[in-house]
């Protein structure tokens, strides 16, 4: 696929898959439910920020990702690998 590994184990990651011309990927149902809610939400808020505060994960994500024209695609993407999860996953 697009040869995303894990850093640590440079292991390929299991939950990837092509979606809008890139490779969405997850290293567990958290990480799909973390991406799930923040592409499903209508309305994203951000908290006040600090200047010298680290960015967060959704806020490094890919623009691709993050936009709206591309939301229907990523969630059916998102189901799709969540479909692979063993029962209770």
Known sequence: ????VDPYFQLPLWLQASCCGHV??????????????YVAAKL??????????????VE???TWLKAAKNR?????T??????TLPAGG
């Open 78 to 83: 998102i189901r799709r690998l969540r479909s």
């Open 24 to 37: 969405l990927w997850a290293y567990n149902v958290r990480h799909l439910d973390l991406l799930e809610a």
């Open 44 to 57: 994203r808020e951000r908290g006040e920020l600090v200047p010298a505060a680290p960015t967060s994960l």
């Open 1 to 4: 696929m697009g040869g995303i």
């Open 72 to 76: 229907t695609e990523v969630l059916r």
């Open 60 to 62: 490094r994500l890919p």
